[in-house]
């Protein structure tokens, strides 16, 4: 069983950056690989980004292409989320999430974190 939690949310300008961190626990980090979803209320839930168990392979959604970057520590069970050039329609509550393939689907996820609400002012 792998607990994950996510932080680093909070109120940003437009333009501005912020870094979102995934911790997890209790299982074995480096098997799976992990997932960024966001998800607006009232909106379907939605990719973000996706790195390998190895990190050697990601995606992107095309709506983050270019100023998001997603990164994997296996030594410290850590994900990143480096968010730049923040937009007001970044704001959401984002998500990560564990899966054993290379996948986008929040379906195929076996394990996720509570959230963390990011919000960007215009």
């Known amino acids: 069983q792998v607990q994950l939690v996510e932080s680093g949310g909070g109120l940003v300008q437009a333009g501005g950056s912020l870094r979102l961190s995934c911790a997890a626990s209790?299982?074995?980090?480096?098997?799976?690989?992990m997932d960024w979803f966001r998800q607006i209320p009232g909106k379907e839930r939605e990719f973000v980004a996706l790195?390998?168990?190895?990190?050697?392979?990601?995606a992107y959604a095309d709506s983050v292409k270019g100023r998001f970057t997603i990164s994997r520590d296996n030594a410290k069970n850590t994900v990143l989320l480096q968010m730049n050039s923040l937009k007001p329609e970044d704001t959401a509550v984002y998500y990560c999430?564990?899966?054993?393939?290379?996948?986008?689907?929040?379906?195929?996820?076996?394990?996720w974190g509570k959230g963390t609400l990011v919000t960007v002012s215009s």
């Open positions: 790195i390998s168990w190895s990190g050697r392979g990601t």
């Open positions: 209790g299982g074995t980090f480096s098997r799976y690989a």
């Open positions: 999430a564990a899966g054993p393939g290379f996948s986008t689907r929040g379906g195929d996820m076996t394990y």
